[in-house]
């Protein structure tokens, strides 16, 4: 299957990825255009077999790990994120389906998204309240019969509208009249594009409006739409599962979802990295300081510090997440399979606290490695003829949504670090432990490991100096500087994966010398960079930390 | 003048950024289209009298000094650097002519560009050799009449074809054939677009040919064009003052180009710290920490720390730039115009220290804090409905145009922080504690001076270093973290710029309370973030200096 990923990523989603920037999708009579190679990567995708990767064999799946599966969406995320999106968002749609929605409800709608039949869209956001789900004002009416009657607006769906597939399940948060208010009255509706007749046959429209198209930065292949339910008071809706379970449902996806934009990020900066390094091979430009004959020969860009520094850092940055994404992958499938029930709840505990640190800081560090990216090329990575640029637009998406970074930063500190009395950091900060006793006899690798260990016992105060103002009821001042906290773990847990790469790596330049030497040598020399360059960086976000700095909370909004 | 600039900025180059942004240059029939609106502004500038704004009175200049001038420009950048693009090219023509060029061709070719008939370009870059002018192919061939016959390629030149004005002056670095090799071998020429009859009369064209159109992230109302000169062999140009002089006299004009693009890129940051604290002043949405009732009313996201942590580093960012933009400026009319031989020297000095860093650093940070806006308006940052994304993607050129900020870090580095035994940094460090001496008094201010002034201890050490480093030869590797040195000394210097803008706060706040006093706040506010949050990001830089690190040396370029 990833021989079959990486073979459809070529030859069906790069072609057209600039194509899905330039030709951007538009309306036209009512009705959403895209290219035709959009079409024909999501029919190539299908008949291919990647509908159902990951469902059971009971539904038709391939029953794959999703860490096997993970590694499929990266060769299409990093070929192409838009066209991805289609089949990502379906999927997802399909895995809600199948653990919350009743057995007619799996055949009428889960089983042709599992075929390829129908795409899907995830309908959270509102006009008034992209983050604040508490403040959905979209309603569901029961009628008579069981189902519902929906009537709302939503923001920022993407795939909301096309004719990519025979119909569009869109998933819609919604309040029922008389339920408790904010998140807590919250359900989920299952809301085709298509009625679907009792036959399972695609029927009438459900009064679901295309009310704009929003145009985008980057990401531009993925028509992302404003659409109305029930305007004409026509648009039926049926419950999953009892009411007002509609976030815990949702929430029930986040943590697959939240890895998946972590990992676009981190390929999209991969993709950048292997770019701009190829392309600093190739060009020839200047001599080094010490190199004063113009008559000596231009040295390829490659040489030159800078240069490397670029190189280096993109590299460290990006397959750093590369690592920690793969290890949160695998929590998934400990968590789901595991015979062992304690190793059950530890994975699910470090995918807890990993989820938003793999979504957040991905997402900024790998849209910082894209910009080093265009740095390298100069002038011509500002143009659109080299990819490069696109990669940065790209990429500047994910941070913003599935829960923009400063949310994901709250999540982090505020719940996963502090739930269950910080079981979460404890389960993590354990393995990471492993690790650095087993560099104990590494003269190379010790420095970096007791630098870590020393950074650990930081997180621990800084986490405990948080939880202790959270106990005053001084939640502001806990939360304030979640961004710090942020980027302080999430380079701690990168360091950690840097350092396996290099016992990794150490251990098989000793064991076949010459076999991937400079595989090998890059790795050592990449976590060497990154402990020297780029972990330091967060000893100021902990001193923040530490201190309850209040900045931020005393500078009155007038002042500005 | 300032008002005049405001207004022409409002209301002549500020409407159309966005359709230049759309409505990119294109050919048609060989001719280069722009939307009528760039003509229009153009016609405005020149008919409000700018084109001769910084010119002596005796060539119908206003003679203003060139901190006034260049806050004329600041507010056109602000509104649409673009088409303020194709005037300060002009200028920087014109400028040079009248430093260097003979009193017929001033007349020939600069009083036209002074009077707005004409428009100019700079001819650098080359398609092989961007950034390494050594390295530059382009060759003029004497004539029996004292011109030279042009021929070769220029690559990136910004207004290198359009029909804006009557005219357009190329002036272009090229080698006579038996100079000097590399860049003592450069010498200027005067290339017309069309040719200037002996009674300053247009005449026919040149043999300069448009090759093609560069098609880039940002910055898109202002063509940019691959230019072949003398490909038909009759391509005629004059030398402007003796051979091989280009060099030198291009860098005369060097200091004002680069604090023009540091200010283009403060003025871009500050336009969207501008947009996005107005927005997160109106946008409701979310409640803070300790506020767990969902009846109460969401509020303005100004309200939510970490939009606060957003905007206040894009202050603190912008503003700071601002100052020391302002500031270099002041020591380019002190170099000119001071009557006292001795600060005419000190100017001199620091200037040449602050040229890069101006430019370098307000590139950087400016363009990090166009990121923050984008981040505080969340999704619809991320849509071309709204302008923050275009002012990121804009400021992105300017890392990379005037010399590359890998470039200017080596220029502050291994030139300019070392000449003539550090006069420059002395110089500058000097006026520097002058104002922390000021601040023994004031208890707010003086911790944040007494960091300062540790800094200032730990710049002199590193620069030290550097310094040996070069004695002993290796240049590689004093010059291989210089970056690290760039932001170094930048932040160090953007961080005086808080302190000077504190002690005026604080001490208009005491003699007229009322007056201004959220302005007032607001930069005390700024001035403690930045010292908390923002300079202790450079302490690990000046580590790397001190220890010499030699990462990015150590890789070797197939281990990437």
């Known amino acids: 299957m990833l021989d079959a990923a990486a073979r459809l990523a070529r030859e069906r989603f790069a072609p057209h990825w600039k194509i899905g920037d330039v030709e951007e999708p538009r309306l036209v009579d009512g009705r959403v255009v895209l290219p035709a190679a959009v079409r024909e990567a999501v029919h190539a995708y299908r008949d291919a077999g990647f509908c159902a990767l990951g469902a059971d064999a009971a539904d038709g799946g391939l029953q794959l ?37 009743s057995p007619a409800q799996q055949a009428r709608y889960r089983q042709p998204l599992l075929e390829g039949r129908f795409l899907g869209t995830m309908c959270l956001s509102e006009p008034q309240a992209g983050s604040s789900l508490a403040d959905i004002s979209t309603r569901a009416e029961p009628m008579v019969d069981g189902r519902y009657r929906i009537s709302g607006q939503k923001m920022w769906i993407s795939g909301g509208e096309h004719e990519l597939a025979e119909n569009i399940i869109h998933l819609v948060l919604a309040k029922i009249p008389g339920g408790p208010p904010g998140v807590r009255g919250i359900s989920l509706f ?35 739409t404003f659409l109305k339910f029930g305007e004409a008071g026509d648009c039926i809706g049926e419950l999953v599962g009892p009411p007002h379970q509609g976030l815990a449902q949702m929430f029930h996806m986040m943590n697959e979802a939240r890895i998946g934009v972590g990992m676009g990020a981190v390929m999209m900066g991969l993709a950048g990295y292997a770019y ?72 699910g505990l470090r995918l807890d606290l990993l989820t938003p640190v793999v979504k957040a800081w991905s997402a900024r560090w790998c849209t910082e490695a894209n910009d080093l990216a265009i740095q390298v090329l100069g002038g011509y990575g500002y143009t659109r003829e080299y990819p490069v640029e696109q990669l940065w637009r790209d990429n500047r998406l994910n941070p913003i949504h599935e829960g923009s970074n400063g949310i994901q930063a ?78 302080l773990l999430g380079h701690a847990l990168v360091g950690w994966t840097w350092l396996r790469q290099a016992q990794v790596s150490a251990a098989a330049l000793k064991r076949t010398p010459g076999r991937d030497a400079d595989l090998h040598r890059g790795k050592l020399a990449a976590c ?4 020297r360059h780029e972990l330091p960086r967060v000893g100021h976000d902990a001193d923040l930390l530490e201190a309850l700095d209040d900045s931020t909370l005393r500078m009155a909004p007038g002042d500005f």
Chains 1, 2 share one sequence.
Request: proline content about 4%.
């Open 276 to 347: 701009s390094r190829d392309y600093a091979r190739e060009r020839r430009q200047g001599r080094q300081p010490d190199q004063k004959d113009p008559a000596s020969p231009p040295v390829p860009i490659i040489e030159h510090a800078d240069v490397r520094r670029m190189l280096l850092r993109q590299k460290c940055l990006v397959e750093g997440a590369l690592a920690l994404a793969m290890y949160a992958a695998r929590q998934v499938d400990q968590l789901a399979a595991s015979p062992d029930a304690s190793e059950r709840e530890n994975a």
């Open 528 to 531: 060497d960079f990154f402990f």
């Open 65 to 101: 790990p999703y860490s096997v599966v993970l590694l499929c969406d990266a060769q299409l995320l990093a070929a192409n994120a838009s066209t991805a999106g289609y089949l990502l968002l379906a999927r997802g749609v399909a895995n809600l389906l199948g653990a919350f929605a």
């Open 190 to 224: 299952i809301v085709p594009r298509q009625r679907i007749g009792d036959d399972g046959g695609v029927g009438a429209g459900n009064d679901v409006r295309l009310a704009g198209l929003n145009h985008k930065l980057g990401q531009r292949g993925i028509v992302n």
């Open 410 to 487: 709250i999540d982090l500190l505020g719940r996963k670090a502090m739930a269950q009395d910080g079981a979460a950091l404890r389960a993590m900060l354990a393995v990471v432990r492993e690790t650095l006793a087993a560099t104990a006899a590494d003269d190379a690798l010790r420095p970096h490991a007791d630098t870590l260990g020393a950074l650990l016992g930081r997180i621990e105060i800084v986490t405990g100096v948080a939880r202790a103002a959270m106990g005053r009821g001084d939640a502001r001042l806990a939360l304030a500087n979640a961004s710090s906290y942020m980027d």
